[in-house]
């Protein structure tokens, strides 16, 4: 699923997305984070709840370089073990907006969002900006023109989503 090995640090992803530890759990267990997130996150947690829970706490107490399975083990079972499709969602974002952020970094930013289409089973809301895919759309004349709009439909993506996921957008209830 992560084809790119692209590993984002807990700030870069808590600053697009609202993060919880379904999301930690996916994130980690796909490669996407490292184990340090979770103990970032649990940090996040204590110095913001009133009252953590007692494995927040633990989790907060753990070294850098401190194994975090167990807890992670325990997480999976208090979050009912299932991920549902909203992390991998959120994780479709985030890739999608980093490759589009450094795009200039790509020999063909294209190419890399078909790997990613293929990575995450083929989602249809990515589809427009993915060049096998047949368009509802007119086709044009120059190849230029046809580009312009995968990008506009990449960039409308990027906007969808930057609503629907992050912190201002679930205070809102739109999560």
């Not at 890739?95 to 083929?122: A, M, R």
Request: proline letters at 4%; one cysteine or more; aromatic letters at 14%.
């Amino acid at each position: 699923m992560n084809t790119f090995k692209i590993i984002f640090s807990y700030d870069y992803a808590s600053k697009l997305i609202s993060i919880g530890w379904k999301d930690l759990i996916f994130a980690i267990d796909h490669g996407f984070m490292a184990q340090e997130s979770l103990i970032e996150y649990a940090i996040h947690l204590v110095n913001t709840e009133l009252e953590p829970a007692q494995i927040v706490i633990d989790i907060a107490c753990l070294n850098k370089g401190d194994s975090i399975y167990p807890y992670l083990d325990k997480l999976k079972i208090e979050t009912g073990n299932k991920n549902g499709k909203e992390p991998c969602n959120k994780f479709l974002y985030l890739l999608l907006n980093w490759v589009y952020t450094h795009k200039e970094s790509y020999s063909d930013p294209f190419d890399v969002v078909e790997v990613i289409y293929g990575d995450f089973d083929y989602p249809e809301e990515i589809a427009g900006f993915v060049r096998y895919m047949p368009t509802a759309e007119p086709v044009y004349q120059s190849l230029q023109l046809n580009r312009e709009r995968m990008y506009r439909n990449w960039e409308q993506y990027l906007k969808e989503q930057r609503a629907k996921y992050s912190l201002a957008g679930n205070l809102r209830g739109e999560s």
